[in-house]
């Protein structure tokens, strides 16, 4: 896994641009499969307990998250639009079907291309409402957590 340099952020976006070693289409799967999003999405020590997708606009995009203490952190979500091995763009602004959530973090997003022989640059990252929930995510661990997410990812993709 290589790291790029982020570029274009502003104060309400956060991304994380990285080159993986597996073919595009293995980190699609694993991006839209619920079995194999539970392996990497959710950074260790934590880890995916529950992922219910439904990849299409107006889908939903629900995972738990569980911690090694215990704790569960419920994330409702939808996917807004996706084009097929390319692009995805989900929100927890909205819960399956477009009905508002009562409150909104964060719309992310993620754009795949190839990167020669059998390697991926992704593009990942998460827009949000307000400077300081931008602020807040970054010090809740935003690169230091997704770039272990990334290389969990990559693991996955790999073996399939």
Same mark, same amino acid.
């Given at each position: 896994?290589?790291?790029? &340099?982020?570029?274009? %952020? !502003?104060?309400?976006?956060? $991304?994380?641009?990285? /080159?993986?070693?597996? *073919? @595009?289409?293995?980190?699609w799967r694993c991006?839209?499969? $619920?079995?194999?999003?539970?392996?990497w999405y959710c950074?260790?020590?934590?880890? =995916?307990?529950?992922?219910?997708?439904? =990849? @299409?606009?107006?889908?939903?995009? !629900?995972? =738990?998250?569980?911690? *090694?203490?215990?704790?569960?952190? &419920? !994330?409702?979500?939808?996917?807004?639009?996706?084009?097929?091995?390319?692009?995805?763009?989900?929100? &927890?602004?909205? /819960?399956?079907?477009?009905?508002?959530?009562?409150?909104?973090?964060?719309?992310?997003?993620?754009?795949? $291309? &190839? %990167?020669?022989?059998?390697?991926?640059?992704? =593009?990942?990252? +998460?827009?949000?409402?307000? %400077? %300081?929930?931008?602020?807040?995510?970054?010090?809740?661990?935003?690169?230091e957590g997704w770039?272990?997410?990334? #290389?969990?990812?990559?693991?996955? +993709? #790999?073996?399939?």
């Amino acid at each position: 896994m290589k790291i790029h &340099d982020p570029k274009g %952020e !502003n104060a309400l976006t956060l $991304s994380l641009d990285v /080159t993986l070693g597996a *073919p @595009r289409n293995a980190i699609w799967r694993c991006w839209i499969e $619920s079995a194999l999003i539970k392996e990497w999405y959710c950074p260790r020590p934590w880890r =995916v307990a529950e992922a219910d997708l439904d =990849v @299409r606009p107006g889908g939903r995009f !629900n995972t =738990v998250f569980a911690g *090694p203490a215990g704790e569960r952190h &419920d !994330n409702k979500g939808m996917f807004l639009a996706g084009e097929p091995k390319m692009r995805l763009v989900f929100t &927890d602004g909205y /819960t399956e079907g477009y009905v508002p959530a009562p409150k909104h973090f964060m719309t992310g997003f993620v754009e795949l $291309s &190839d %990167e020669g022989a059998g390697m991926t640059r992704m =593009v990942w990252g +998460a827009r949000h409402t307000g %400077e %300081e929930d931008a602020k807040r995510h970054l010090e809740m661990g935003f690169r230091e957590g997704w770039e272990g997410a990334a #290389q969990q990812l990559e693991e996955t +993709a #790999q073996r399939l």
